[in-house]
């Protein structure tokens, strides 16, 4: 079975301040991790995705991620915040295989960004 | 390039009544799903497919039907609607193979059941 959690519901930052979302895995089999992002009234659009080699990745709009095995984790950060960044944030898991249909979300981060 | 289009945007339903969401995408996908999302929840999947004729259920099927006779449409219904499937629906697509790699998302449906 694989589940994922996010701490913290609501995420405040300053204007240029660092952002940092958490997010915990839990997964039997390799995961494949992803962060996507849901503006206002809007479908969510994938920010980037872990799924082999290199554990630090890079997405759109100066996010990264890094997959921690040992932690099981993959928080989301970027070194300045926007005010265009203000949106809810979902981490979500899959694997291969069986586990390689379904996609399974955390309950989401709103960030909010303050000038 | 149409992408993932659901129809309707907003529908109010009456407890018992049945309905249709409409999902097409433009992009040759075999993969289409339909999730939830309620407001703390997150998004939950309630149906996928694999491909034209193969359906199966996510986290929380009950109460909804799918199909997928072509590979462009994945219509969801409702068939006795409950106040409880108040939420906002979306479908997704993606090309398929061992694993998702990337989910396209419709804007949505906001759906409320009286």
């Known amino acids: 079975a694989q589940s994922v959690t996010q701490l913290g519901s609501h995420v405040s930052v300053s204007e240029g301040a660092l952002v940092l979302l958490r997010c915990n895995y839990s997964s039997s089999v390799p995961p494949y991790l992803f962060w996507y992002v849901q503006y206002p009234n809007q479908g969510l659009q994938l920010l980037l995705k872990y799924t082999t080699g290199a554990t630090l990745v890079k997405g759109i709009n100066g996010f990264e991620a890094e997959f921690k095995k040992s932690e099981t984790s993959f928080h989301l950060t970027k070194p300045s915040a926007h005010m265009s960044d203000a949106a809810e944030y979902f981490c979500a898991v899959s694997g291969v295989g069986e586990y390689g249909n379904k996609l399974v979300f955390g309950a989401g981060t709103i960030l909010r960004v303050k000038s | 390039n149409a992408g993932v289009t659901q129809t309707p945007k907003f529908q109010v339903l009456k407890t018992g009544q049945s309905m249709t969401l409409q999902c097409a995408q433009d992009?040759?996908?075999?993969?289409m799903s339909w999730y939830r999302q309620d407001p703390g929840m997150g998004l939950r999947l309630i149906h996928y497919?694999?491909?034209?004729?193969?359906?199966d259920q996510g986290e929380v099927p009950n109460g909804y039907n799918v199909s997928r006779s072509t590979t462009e449409d994945f219509p969801l219904r409702l068939l006795s609607a409950a106040p409880s499937q108040t939420s906002v629906y979306f479908c997704?697509?993606?090309?398929?193979?061992?694993?998702?790699?990337?989910?396209?998302f419709g804007s949505g449906t906001q759906l409320s059941v009286l």
């Open positions: 992009m040759n996908h075999e993969y």
């Open positions: 997704a697509s993606s090309y398929s193979g061992q694993a998702l790699e990337k989910l396209f």
């Open positions: 497919s694999v491909g034209a004729g193969i359906t």
